[in-house]
Structures are given as C-alpha cells and as structure tokens.
C-alpha cells in the first residue's frame, strides 16, 4: 500500500511540481507602469510584446516584469475599460497585497527612497522582519519586506 502524500506537501518524487508564474496588476498606462518597476523598483523587463483583446480583439501589450533572478513575474496589464479602470490602484481593497523580500533591507529602502517610491511610514521591526509599506505606480499597497 502506497503511503498518502499530505495535501500540503510541495514536492512530489519527481520534484516540485508548480511554481506561480504571473500575477496581474490593472495599471492606466504601459509605459509608466515599466518605468516604475524597472526605473524606480530595479525589475526586470522580462517581455513586451503587442498582443490584442480576447473580448473585442483591440490591440493591448503582453508585459512582464519580475525581480532580478525571480521566477514570479507581474504582467502589467492596462485597464480595458471602466469596470477595469475602477480597480486600478485598488484590486486589494486598500489592503497590502504584494510582497517584496529583499536580503539587505537598508540598501533596498534608501534606493528605492532615492528612486522616488513614496513610503506610507517609516521601517519598522516586526516579528517576521524588517518592513515598510509602499505604493506602487497605481497606488496598490506592498510591504518591503527584510530579515529581522
């Protein structure tokens, strides 16, 4: 008889089976969108690439940034018309929703400082690291997040 594997395991005999590959956020505009996670966030741009609408085959852009070295990325995905356009800056519910873990937290808040991302406060110590909430270019909120 086979042993169960946990639900929660994330391995299987073969390896890790998935990892998440892309996250949307709703931004306004394309290129201010890459310019603040490349210029401002020092992101790669991983792909930018014309592609069209599913719903109505209007032109758009396939736009992919991610950390240096990250697996993850963010596709940037502008608003396609007002039922988009009214999340953007708000899809968490004025809740933090993404998650920034650097290893050097002190270098990371002052080049980031420097580049122009506004900060909502100062650093603080929690039990689970160093953090800081910032917005983004549409306003949504993250934690920058380093060791305690």
């Given at each position: 008889?086979?042993?169960a594997r946990s639900p929660r395991s994330s391995?299987?005999?073969?390896?890790?089976?998935m990892h998440l590959g892309l996250a949307a956020i709703v931004v306004d505009d394309y290129d201010e969108a890459i310019e603040f996670f490349v210029g401002n966030l020092g992101f790669e741009l991983a792909e930018d690439s014309p592609a069209v609408t599913s719903a109505g085959g209007r032109p758009k852009r396939w736009v992919v940034?991610?950390?240096?070295g990250g697996?993850?990325?963010?596709?940037?995905?502008?608003?396609?018309g007002p039922e988009q356009a009214a999340v953007v800056g708000r899809q968490f519910a004025?809740?933090?929703?993404?998650?920034?873990?650097?290893?050097?937290f002190d270098d990371a808040y002052q080049r980031m400082s420097q580049a122009g991302v506004r900060f909502e406060g100062l650093p603080r110590s929690e039990p689970y690291g160093r953090v800081a909430v910032f917005l983004d270019v549409a306003g949504n909120r993250w934690d920058l997040l380093g060791p305690a």
């Amino acid at each position: 008889m086979a042993a169960a594997r946990s639900p929660r395991s994330s391995t299987s005999a073969r390896g890790p089976d998935m990892h998440l590959g892309l996250a949307a956020i709703v931004v306004d505009d394309y290129d201010e969108a890459i310019e603040f996670f490349v210029g401002n966030l020092g992101f790669e741009l991983a792909e930018d690439s014309p592609a069209v609408t599913s719903a109505g085959g209007r032109p758009k852009r396939w736009v992919v940034v991610r950390p240096p070295g990250g697996q993850t990325g963010l596709l940037l995905a502008r608003a396609d018309g007002p039922e988009q356009a009214a999340v953007v800056g708000r899809q968490f519910a004025g809740r933090v929703g993404l998650f920034l873990q650097v290893e050097d937290f002190d270098d990371a808040y002052q080049r980031m400082s420097q580049a122009g991302v506004r900060f909502e406060g100062l650093p603080r110590s929690e039990p689970y690291g160093r953090v800081a909430v910032f917005l983004d270019v549409a306003g949504n909120r993250w934690d920058l997040l380093g060791p305690a």
